[in-house]
């Protein structure tokens, strides 16, 4: 259940940081650029960064990890699936994960007090 509620969390900032910055900013459509890239977002971010690079890394490398692969897959997705030029999907996919990086921060502070990392800490203390 930890890890709904995380995932929960995760899934609902990154749509709403990509639906003002892709869909406000940038006029992208909510379907199926916003959606599909919060989803492909939480789910690759979820388990590489949350749970495999947090617990073994911290939170900054966690964090510069999450800014390089949202920018990574924001500009390639929009690359993909909106007829935007390259060079203004890039501003948006760098904005996006400046803000995202922002709300990764904080979530990976919750992760590592009270969510799943943190319960999965104290179960394999000795």
Known sequence: MEHVKALLIKAVMTL????????????????????????VLGVISY???????????????ATISDLVLTFLVVWLLGLLMTDISGGTV????????????????????????????????ANTKV
């Open 90 to 121: 890039a501003m948006a996919a760098l904005i996006s994960a400046v803000v995202i990086a922002v709300g990764e921060y904080l979530f990976h502070m919750y992760m590592l007090k009270s969510g799943p990392v943190a319960h999965e800490r």
């Open 16 to 39: 709403a940081v990509l639906w003002i910055v892709l869909g406000a900013g940038y006029g992208m459509d909510f379907w199926p650029m916003i959606l599909i890239t919060t989803v």
């Open 47 to 61: 388990f590489a960064g949350d749970l495999g690079i947090l617990p073994a890394a911290g939170n900054m490398v």
